[in-house]
């Protein structure tokens, strides 16, 4: 409307400022993460931002569900998720976790724009960086100094990976247990015991027994 261009809402440039700033402090979780890797140019950190969604997922919300076409991955700025599929005969079987800094999607059904294998779930209320396939191979035509990045932070994922299946076949259950306390102890107490239990292979009352003695 004619000579309402200049009109000002009270609070309005306060809150877009507000929202901003929120904005700024999502995107430097995920830049901090790349300067432990790679350096990387201030002008063209400033462009991550146009390529990524920030969303927020309530518990138990579904970031991703097996047998979906997966294109997206995942920066978890904060909370918690776990990848999980179901098994024949109808129980999840949770495969992996991702916590603060850590990305999660279904990898292979991101890399080939396939039906995902696994579903993801929010164990908490959790706040990401969602980037697609596409955003992704544009992004690092304009930064190639990224896939550096993506090389390094998966290759230690997978070195992470192979460490876990070698105790799986070599630690008895006690022992699995004890080592994966030992090494991640906050994140023991952040975890359902019943998703914990499913990621370790024991029955929720096993583990319970287990905690029950390993914590008298």
């Known amino acids: ?82 990848l999980y599929y179901l098994k024949q005969n109808g129980v999840e079987q949770t495969t992996d976790f991702a916590l603060e800094n850590w990305w999660t999607s279904d990898f292979m059904a991101f890399q080939t724009g396939s039906m995902a294998q696994f579903s993801i779930r929010a164990v908490e209320t959790t706040q990401v960086l969602c980037i697609t396939a596409n955003s992704q191979r544009e992004l690092l035509k304009q930064v190639p100094e990224l896939n550096a990045y993506f090389h390094l932070v998966f290759q230690k994922a997978y070195a992470a ?40 292979g024991f029955t929720p009352e096993y583990l319970s027994e287990i905690r029950k003695k390993y914590l008298s």
């Open 1 to 82: 409307m004619a000579g309402q261009t200049g009109l000002i809402i009270p609070g309005f440039s306060w809150n877009c400022n507000n929202f901003a700033r929120k904005q700024d402090a999502v995107i430097e979780n995920l830049t901090n993460h790349i300067r432990k890797f790679c350096p990387i140019e201030a002008e063209k950190i400033h462009l991550l931002e146009s390529y990524f969604e920030h969303r927020t997922y309530r518990k138990k919300e579904v970031l991703l569900s097996e047998g979906q076409r997966c294109h997206e991955k995942y920066f978890i700025v904060k909370g918690c998720v776990h």
């Open 161 to 200: 990976s192979q460490i876990r299946f070698r105790l799986l076949y070599e630690f008895s259950k006690e022992e699995l247990y004890r080592n994966f306390y030992e090494q991640f102890p906050q994140f023991v107490q952040r975890v359902p015991q019943y998703l914990l239990a499913s990621f370790l």
